[in-house]
């Protein structure tokens, strides 16, 4: 059984930052990615970013350039560092793992809100 907890949402300004981590326990072999997707009222799930088990990341147009994904394997951890953000990356944000054969894992999800 793999479990997800978010943390690091909130409130903030536009402009500012936040820094969202997503720990992973259980078993966590054969990882094929782990990423965020988000979703805002009344819109469909969108995907952020995602890095692969080889470190390779990808980004969403809608935040590439603001935001940087990264990846702790020893603590079985993903990072999402937003930069600059903006009221319409209002959301819940969700993280996931991908794994080869046993399909996606996903977190309760956290509540980023950019508002003055």
């Known amino acids: 059984q793999v479990q997800l907890v978010e943390s690091g949402g909130g409130l903030v300004q536009p402009g500012g930052s936040l820094r969202l981590s997503c720990a992973a326990s259980?078993?966590?072999?054969?990882?094929?990615?782990m990423g965020w997707y988000r979703q805002a009222p009344g819109k469909q799930r969108e995907l952020v970013a995602t890095?692969?088990?080889?470190?390779?990341?990808n980004y969403s147009d809608s935040v590439k350039g603001r935001s940087s994904i990264s990846r702790d394997n020893a603590k079985n951890t993903v990072y999402l560092q937003m930069n600059g953000l903006k009221p319409e990356d209002t959301a819940i944000y969700y993280c996931?793992?991908?794994?080869?054969?046993?399909?996606?894992?996903w977190g309760q999800g956290t509540q980023v809100t950019v508002s003055s």
């Open positions: 996931y793992v991908r794994f080869w054969s046993l399909g996606d894992y």
């Open positions: 259980g078993s966590m072999f054969s990882v094929r990615a």
């Open positions: 890095i692969t088990n080889d470190d390779c990341p």
